[in-house]
């Protein structure tokens, strides 16, 4: 039975103080297939930042439960590992995905979008996108927390104009850490770029990048302590020596597969990012800069396509895997899906059919994403649900799901994943609601009746 990687690095860290997996293995009788091994020991092979996170919500199960209860410790190993992935599911993927969302809806609010609507937009951020599917289980969580971690640093260095200095070197930081949960966050770098580039004070941009270097520090800290040296031996297939290196035609290949294709293409996915995407009728109520994002989106997806196609081009897999599947899903647009809602949440529509048409593309971005929720047999193919529930009808395993839902918690992969998120979101709405009591100004702007007129809703 297979288990997420990162179960076995967290309970390596805290029960045996080693980035090491082979006793975890050894003492619990299973298997990992996604390591590597160096010098005779076994390692996962992702970057480790969410098993790192993942201990803020395990080290207390295990220290209080797991070592006092002896119904637990009598469990079945396969048991135990399932409890401890949704133990380590709270800390990270639930929690990153409540932030987001929630961040999300403050980001709006900031740009001055009627309450309404950002609402509506934060909801469709959820459950209009990809990220439905992968917020309920840590198998392929670090696309998760690399998204949350990039935004939260988006958002800190819009706090302000000009930002503070806390919030600039946390703003750093928080992409730094991104980095050690997944190397690829490193491709949206040029976002915040283009952002530092407009403060003339190199004081700001320094400050920046000192708070970069320190988020950094985690993953040379680990690569030194497990492998000896700084390069992310884990994940080393763009480094090594000798790889073949795609042609322009592969990296464009991949990249129309990542932007269209019916298994993980952004436009297949969410159609309705695309009422954003053109700037020339893009009016927006507010002074983001639609161009800045777009480059840096189209920036990230050619870097995502050109590292796919070297993966693809060294496991052989021709149009396989990597290529058609983007190594598990179209986990690797997570991490610029909130820009890109957000695009269409500040555009003004002028017009009777712009507003037909968003709305049409926000329910079919609905359709296909919501049947996520449930159990896909691992796979990220969504709308492979509703085609079965329309052909099979009442006889569908969706109606049985939808039955079990609250007396078995069988949702996708983790089985227990809709009851702590569903009350963490609500914690970061009450929270939103009641921002400005609880935190004074910090959030000043947010709420604020400075429009002259409310744009109507979408």
């Not at 919030?167 to 928080?174: A, E, K, Q, R």
Request: net charge positive.
């Amino acid at each position: 039975m297979q288990f997420a990687r990162f179960v076995f690095l967290t309970k390596a860290i805290a029960h045996h103080q080693t980035t090491a997996i082979d006793q975890v293995e050894q003492d619990s009788g299973l298997s990992v297939v996604d390591k590597f091994s160096r010098d005779g020991r076994g390692y996962i092979s992702p970057t480790p930042g969410l098993s790192v996170l993942a201990l803020i919500s395990y080290l207390p199960y295990s220290q209080i439960v797991l070592s006092g209860s002896d119904y637990i410790t009598k469990l079945a190993p396969e048991a135990e590992f399932k409890l401890s992935q949704f133990i380590m599911t709270l800390s990270t993927v639930t929690f990153f995905t409540a932030l987001t969302v929630s961040l999300f809806y403050l980001w709006l609010r900031r740009l001055d979008v009627q309450w309404k609507r950002a609402l509506f937009f934060s909801l469709l951020l959820y459950g209009g996108t990809p990220l439905v599917f992968y917020s309920l289980n840590i198998t392929n969580g670090q696309n998760v927390l690399e998204m949350g971690l990039l935004f939260l640093a988006f958002f800190l260095l819009q706090q302000a104009d000009p930002p503070s200095g806390a919030n600039v070197w946390l703003s750093g930081m928080c992409v730094g850490l991104s980095i050690f949960c997944n190397i690829t966050a490193g491709f949206l770098l040029g976002l915040f770029l283009f952002y530092l580039f407009d403060y003339k004070s190199i004081g700001v941009r320094l400050l920046w990048l000192s708070g970069l270097t320190v988020g950094g520090l985690s993953l040379i800290v680990y690569n030194l302590m497990s492998f000896g040296n700084l390069l992310p031996s884990y994940n080393n297939l763009l480094f090594e020596a000798g790889v073949t290196r795609p042609h322009f035609s592969d990296i464009w290949v991949v990249f129309w597969v990542f932007v269209s294709s019916p298994r993980i293409g952004l436009i297949f996915f969410s159609p309705v990012v695309l009422m954003g995407l053109h700037s020339a009728a893009h009016q927006p109520r507010t002074k983001i800069s639609t161009i800045r994002i777009q480059l840096a989106v189209f920036t990230y997806l050619i870097l995502v396509s050109y590292a796919t196609a070297v993966l693809n081009i060294r496991h052989g897999f021709g149009d396989g895997w990597y290529a058609v599947m983007g190594g598990g899903g179209p986990r690797y647009l997570l991490p610029v899906l909130p820009y890109l809602v957000g695009l269409v949440a500040v555009r003004d529509f002028k017009t009777g059919w712009q507003t037909t048409l968003t709305v049409a593309l926000c329910s079919i971005s609905l359709l296909i994403n919501l049947p996520g929720l449930f159990w896909t047999g691992g796979q990220a193919w969504f709308l492979n649900n509703l085609l079965l529930f329309l052909k099979n009808g009442v006889h569908s395993y969706m109606l049985e799901e939808f039955r079990a839902l609250f007396l078995y918690m069988s949702l996708n992969v983790s089985r227990m994943s809709i009851y702590p998120s569903a009350a963490l979101l609500a914690v970061f709405l009450w929270w939103l609601w009641k921002g400005n009591v609880l935190v004074g100004d910090l959030f000043s702007r947010v709420g604020s009746s400075r429009h002259a007129q409310e744009t109507p809703d979408v």
